[in-house]
């Protein structure tokens, strides 16, 4: 049975995918910071340990590489911090807000790996969460945005650092979920897309064998259709 850590498992694109992975025959290690909704998501559910927790936390982070047992076979690196909403301009943006940003989407996902480092499986695959915010200039978006363009760029400087792995980057596109709609408060975003439309390229990357690099889950979606 392969191994996979998904973090941010509780709801949206975690859950989602976490889900789907299950259904193939994984073991999952899941976590989040809302106790409640994990435990309201994975009780019950065999072959899953839900830790509730913070990955900018090392003790949790150790927690989960533990619970995986002597072998990870996938790294989902779905945790993500949006920042104040509604989103500020940089010239106002609070400091100590942006280093937590920093902490959660670029510190906290390589230091998940380098604690995993010892049980990486040979052909491991590390899945990395960005946005299509890393790359365009969104007015509002300078926190979030560099911190995912950080996350993208230390991506693939460790995939040129260990070719055996494959290490990628993925853009879900737009999702009608929680975090979205905290981006955009008081908007209608009924109609954005279930995070469940982004799974089958993240399935994509995850079972095939896809060269380390940055892609576009819709895109790989309607490619392995």
Do not use: C
Not at 99 to 105: A, D, K, L, P
Not at 109 to 127: C, E, F, S
Not at 187 to 216: F, H, N, T
């Amino acid at each position: 049975m392969p191994t996979a850590i998904v973090t941010g498992a509780s709801r949206g694109l975690g859950l989602a995918l976490a889900r789907a992975l299950h259904d193939r025959g994984f073991g999952l290690v899941v976590d989040a910071r809302g106790g409640e909704a994990l435990e309201s998501a994975w009780t019950g559910v065999e072959g899953v340990v839900a830790l509730e927790g913070d990955v900018a936390d090392p003790w949790h982070r150790s927690a989960l590489t533990v619970a995986a047992g002597d072998r990870i076979d996938v790294i989902v690196n779905n945790a993500s911090q949006l920042g104040p909403s509604p989103q500020p301009a940089l010239r106002e943006y609070p400091l100590d807000e942006l280093r937590r940003v920093f902490e959660v989407n670029v510190i906290a996902p390589l230091a998940l790996v380098q604690t995993a480092v010892p049980k990486l499986a040979g052909g491991a695959r590390i899945v990395n969460i960005t946005s299509d915010a890393a790359e365009e200039p969104y007015e509002g978006w300078g926190g979030y945005g560099s911190s995912k363009a950080a996350l993208d760029q230390w991506t693939r400087i460790l995939a040129a650092e260990h070719p055996t792995w494959r290490v990628y980057t993925v853009d879900p596109g737009d999702m009608r979920t929680q975090m979205h709609q905290d981006a955009f408060p008081g908007e209608d975003i009924s109609d954005r897309s279930p995070p469940e439309a982004s799974v089958p390229g993240l399935l994509a990357l995850v079972e095939g064998d896809l060269p380390s690099g940055r892609y576009r889950a819709r895109e790989l979606s309607a490619i392995s259709a």
